[in-house]
């Protein structure tokens, strides 16, 4: 069975940076598209971002790019996100999931594996 840890959130202010770290067992993780999603309260969960298993490809929401760096580390078999210059808005529970599939990487609903989240809470 696979497990999905997710860790390195926290409350920081706006501008602030935070790493979160998905360690991913029970499967195998080079095989894997990783994504990571957000969702604060009373919102839907959405996607923020993806990697391809090789690395080679990689996906953000409009909202993200140029602030947030998704990479792996197939090795360790983990997911890393990098997040830049928070906002209070990036407040929310984030997740990581897994997915074998090819197609509409930025949908929740192709990824079947789910980590149980992180806490991100940016302050103004």
């Known amino acids: 069975q696979v497990q999905l840890v997710e860790s390195g959130g926290g409350l920081v202010q706006a501008g602030d940076s935070l790493r979160l770290s998905c360690a991913v067992s029970?499967?195998?993780?080079?095989?894997?598209?990783m994504g990571w999603f957000r969702q604060a309260p009373g919102k839907e969960r959405v996607f923020v971002a993806a990697?391809?298993?090789?690395?080679?490809?990689?996906y953000y929401r409009d909202s993200a790019k140029g602030r947030f760096t998704i990479s792996r580390d197939n090795a360790k078999n983990t997911v890393y996100l990098q997040m830049n210059s928070l906002k209070p808005e990036d407040t929310a529970v984030y997740y990581c999931?897994?997915?074998?599939?090819?197609?509409?990487?930025?949908?929740?609903?192709?990824?079947?594996?789910w980590g149980q989240g992180t806490q991100v809470t940016v302050s103004s």
């Open positions: 029970g499967r195998t993780f080079n095989s894997y598209t």
């Open positions: 999931a897994g997915t074998r599939s090819s197609i509409r990487r930025t949908s929740r609903y192709v990824y079947d594996d």
């Open positions: 990697i391809t298993w090789s690395g080679e490809n990689t």
